[in-house]
Structures are given as C-alpha cells and as structure tokens.
C-alpha cells in the first residue's frame, strides 16, 4: 500500500525514472514508518533494552512532529518526491488518528450524530406526570376528589 499515491495528471516529466525522486519518496517512507509503526517487543527489565525503548520513542516523535507539523523542509521533501505535501500530510493524520481509535471516515455534519429526521427540529411532547396530569384533565384541577378525603376512624 503506497500512501503517498496521488491523483494527478501525469506530465512528460513523470514519466522518467529519476534516483533522486526516488532517494526522497524513500525519505518519505521511512518517515511514514517511523510515525505510524507500534512498538517493539522489548523486555523493559533487562537494561540493555531501555535504551533501545527510548531511542524507538524518540524516532516515533520526530516522525510524528515532521508530518503533522510541516514545516519549509517538509514541503521541499515531498517537493523532490514528487508529492502534494498537503495529500500527504492529511493521509499521514488520518492513519494516526485511526491508530488512535477516531472514526475519521465519518464526517462531522452527517446525520447519523442527530437522531432520526422525524425529531430533528421539533420539540418533543412533555408526559405529565403526577398532579401536572390531574391538573391538565381536571377542571379544578390537581388531584380526583375521591383521593382527597381523610378517613378517620
């Protein structure tokens, strides 16, 4: 799966094969992977592997930080790729936002967040409930006669 794959017209230019397109879109890979790629299995207790640990954390970082945050030297790289920094930069975020558990394929303002179209808009009907109800039915109001009487004995 190539991720930087893009839709565009190809020009008499794209066409030949050049080894320093292909140093940068190795670049950008090996960014890629450095940014979206999990954890190693390491054993944390022994301590010849915290080092290792640490340098991975560093790496995923960086990678990380060039991607999301662009930059001048970002866009000059996917430039020398051959790449739009703009495609590249928003896939790149929605791999780590999936990585991250979003949902990123549904968009914001679809319909399913709002509810069935029926209730959209309308206020729901209030149940009365208790002595609003009698209230409502009864002429007087509030609760029947019959539950008002005290019984004495």
Same mark, same amino acid.
């Given at each position: 799966?190539?991720?930087?794959?893009?839709?565009?017209?190809?020009?008499?230019?794209?066409?030949?094969?050049?080894?320093?397109?292909?140093?940068?879109?190795?670049?950008?890979?090996?960014?890629?992977?450095?940014?979206?790629?999990?954890?190693?299995?390491?054993?944390?207790? @022994?301590?010849?592997?915290?080092?290792?640990?640490?340098? %991975?954390? $560093?790496?995923r970082?960086?990678? /990380?930080?060039?991607? =999301?945050?662009?930059?001048?030297?970002? @866009?000059?790289?996917?430039?020398l790729?051959?790449?739009? %920094?703009? $495609?590249?930069?928003?896939k790149i /975020?929605k791999i780590l =936002?999936?990585?991250?558990g979003?949902?990123?394929?549904v968009?914001v303002?679809?319909?399913?967040?709002q509810?069935?179209?029926k209730?959209?808009? /309308?206020?729901?009907k209030?149940?009365?409930?208790?002595?609003?109800y009698?209230?409502?039915?009864?002429?007087?109001?509030?609760?029947?006669?019959i539950?008002?009487?005290?019984k004495t004995?």
């Amino acid at each position: 799966m190539n991720i930087f794959a893009q839709k565009y017209e190809p020009t008499q230019e794209d066409n030949i094969a050049m080894p320093e397109r292909d140093l940068w879109t190795a670049v950008l890979c090996r960014a890629a992977l450095d940014a979206v790629k999990g954890a190693p299995q390491l054993d944390l207790n @022994k301590r010849s592997n915290v080092s290792h640990n640490n340098y %991975y954390n $560093y790496n995923r970082d960086q990678a /990380r930080h060039f991607f =999301l945050n662009g930059g001048e030297d970002f @866009k000059i790289i996917c430039e020398l790729a051959g790449r739009n %920094y703009i $495609y590249v930069q928003q896939k790149i /975020r929605k791999i780590l =936002l999936r990585k991250n558990g979003w949902n990123v394929d549904v968009p914001v303002t679809s319909r399913y967040r709002q509810g069935s179209k029926k209730g959209r808009g /309308r206020p729901k009907k209030k149940k009365l409930t208790g002595n609003s109800y009698y209230a409502f039915i009864g002429k007087k109001g509030g609760r029947p006669r019959i539950y008002n009487k005290i019984k004495t004995a």
